[in-house]
């Protein structure tokens, strides 16, 4: 799944160990998660939309996802 991870990290001044560091898991995660190799589970979207004071849909594109359940 796409992402904006990367570009809010870098609006917000946050290193990936300091966004993980934030979220209680791995600078590895955040790697994968920015990479689009992991998708995260819903409440650690939320969990990083809450760290950006923004929307899950903010972060994530769902919009590829939901042209593949159609």
């Not at 001044?13 to 934030?22: C, G, I, M, P, V």
């Not at 955040?30 to 992991?38: C, F, K, L, N, V």
Request: hydrophobic share 40%; glycine share 4%.
């Amino acid at each position: 799944m796409k992402n904006r991870l990367r570009e809010l990290r870098g609006r917000h001044n946050l290193t990936q160990e300091q966004l993980a560091a934030k979220l209680g898991i791995s600078r590895q995660s955040i790697i994968s998660i920015e990479a689009g190799r992991y998708n995260p589970s819903l409440i650690l979207a939320y969990r990083l939309a809450r760290v950006f004071a923004c929307r899950i849909e903010d972060v994530f594109d769902f919009s590829e996802w939901s042209e593949e359940a159609k």
